[in-house]
């Protein structure tokens, strides 16, 4: 019986994130191409590697010793990928502009300009996710950030980032469903790598029950890593209106340990959202609430630097005193 890898170190990740970005557009690679694109000039090197790919269930292969994507990570890997599955796709462009060219009094040191792009010799630990992902590609588009390092278990991510800027990736299991590495083995490799200056991390949901939370089990270890992480310097929170009111798993372990985790994020992380809507479709009570959470949790107004940044549909941040009125006229609707 043939072997079933379940592993992929961090270099054959990054040429299987290659193989995936061409192979959306092209639909089908022979096995020559797949070796160039990779760059492995042994058969047995290239024989292994094509197997693993097989056996992971990414790629299957046809007649003719070429390959496509295996059934059920077409859908996935598909160059509709990103149209399927990054809804509310504008809200997380806003965020992802304003964290690399427009934040001001957020990141940690000295910095020539407001946003990631200004850091110096940045090192960042990037999450999974479709806004983590647009942020890797604002990050890439400045071609002056040439001594940024990246620790990202993000395939999309390490995909468009990768160039001038140094990307590391942990070990660990391959998530063909959501293009990262995942499970306990990455949350213990990515102690290995470089202490990041900033770490984004992305959410499924924000309720005053669970805090933040995240939909897939496989990926709550990797999260509450980053976040022990990035409170050594600056964690970050990304999450859209749309995440608001969601009850999903919390990424916070239910004992003291996770408890504590959650108190010093509420104390000392940075969260960055977008303004819900205007239009047809009010705010449940439920948004609401969530609302109101992160108001009470991240927003000190007497604080040198405010922790919530609420961005209007112009990618500008709305003042304590918006936020407020926003609060109160939301409050309004529940009766």
């Excluded at 054959?12 to 191409?33: I, Y």
């Excluded at 469903?177 to 949901?205: D, T």
């Excluded at 994020?265 to 609302?291: M, S």
């Amino acid at each position: 019986m043939a072997r079933k890898p379940t592993k992929l170190s961090p270099g054959d990740a990054q040429k299987l994130g290659r193989v995936v970005a061409q192979l959306s557009e092209d639909r089908l690679l022979t096995r020559d191409e797949i070796q160039d694109i990779v760059g492995l000039s042994q058969e047995r090197r290239l024989d292994d590697f094509l197997e693993q790919a097989v056996s992971l269930e990414v790629l299957a292969e046809t007649p003719g010793d070429a390959y496509v994507f295996a059934p059920h990570a077409s859908a996935y890997f598909d160059r509709d990928y990103l149209k399927q599955v990054e809804s509310n796709r504008e809200s997380k462009r806003i965020i992802a502009k304003y964290i690399c060219a427009d934040m001001a009094n957020v990141l940690p040191g000295e910095h020539d300009e407001a946003g990631l792009r200004g850091v110096r010799d940045l090192v960042l630990d990037l999450d999974a996710g479709s806004t983590c992902t647009g942020v890797a590609r604002e990050v890439a588009e400045d071609k002056s950030q040439r001594e940024a390092t990246v620790n990202t278990h993000n395939l999309h991510a390490a995909l468009v980032i990768a160039g001038p800027t140094t990307v590391n990736m942990p070990c660990g299991e391959l998530s063909s469903r959501f293009a990262c590495l995942a499970g306990k083995g990455v949350a213990a490799s990515l102690r290995s790598l470089p202490a990041p200056q900033v770490a984004l991390l992305g959410v499924s949901s924000i309720a005053r029950a669970c805090g933040i939370g995240c939909a897939h089990p496989e990926q709550t270890d990797v999260k509450c890593e980053m976040a022990r992480r990035g409170l050594a310097g600056r964690l970050i929170i990304l999450a859209t209106h749309a995440k608001f009111g969601l009850v999903q798993g919390s990424i916070f372990l239910d004992n003291a340990a996770g408890q504590n985790l959650r108190e010093e994020v509420e104390k000392k992380a940075y969260l960055i959202t977008t303004q819900h809507p205007e239009g047809p479709t009010k705010p449940t009570a439920e948004y609401i609430d969530a609302f109101a959470y992160v108001v009470e949790k991240y927003w000190d107004a007497s604080a040198a630097k405010n922790r919530l940044t609420v961005l209007n549909k112009d990618g500008k941040p709305l003042s304590f005193k918006a936020v407020q009125a926003l609060l109160k006229r939301y409050k309004k609707t529940l009766g």
